[in-house]
Nanobody, 127 residues
Framework: QVQLIESGGGLVQAGGSLRLSCAGP????????MGWFRQAPEKEREFVAA????????DYADSVKGRFTISRDNVRNTLYLQMNGLKPEDTAVYYC????????????????????WGQGTQVTVSS
């Protein structure tokens, strides 16, 4: 069983910043394409950002481009999401996800493409 553990969520005012972390599956972390998703109350889970195994390819949802930055540290086995310029509409539970892939450049933008999920961390942005 692949374990993913998110941290870093919290309450922040609009315009503020947070950095989320996701501790990944140990020494095999670099074998996984990783992603961040979020789910607001009564809404479907939506794609936020994805990063390839090597970190060389990155994709973002249009709603977060220019504000959020996804990155990974394959030595520390950790995925990050730096969130700047937060807006109330960013309020949601944020989840990290992992999919084991062969291609170093593969990214995944659909939730059903990921096999492993963390438990989520709440991000609340007040206006």
């Amino acid at each position: 069983q692949v374990q993913l553990i998110e941290s870093g969520g919290g309450l922040v005012q609009a315009g503020g910043s947070l950095r989320l972390s996701c501790a990944g599956p140990g020494r095999t972390f670099s074998s996984y394409a990783m992603g961040w998703f979020r789910q607001a109350p009564e809404k479907e889970r939506e794609f936020v950002a994805a990063i390839s195994r090597s970190g060389g390819r990155i994709d973002y949802a249009d709603s977060v481009k220019g504000r959020f930055t996804i990155s990974r540290d394959n030595v520390r086995n950790t995925l990050y999401l730096q969130m700047n310029g937060l807006k109330p509409e960013d309020t949601a539970v944020y989840y990290c996800a992992a999919d084991k892939v062969w291609n170093m450049a593969t990214t995944r933008a659909r939730a059903d493409e990921y096999d492993h999920w963390g438990q989520g961390t709440q991000v609340t942005v007040s206006s």
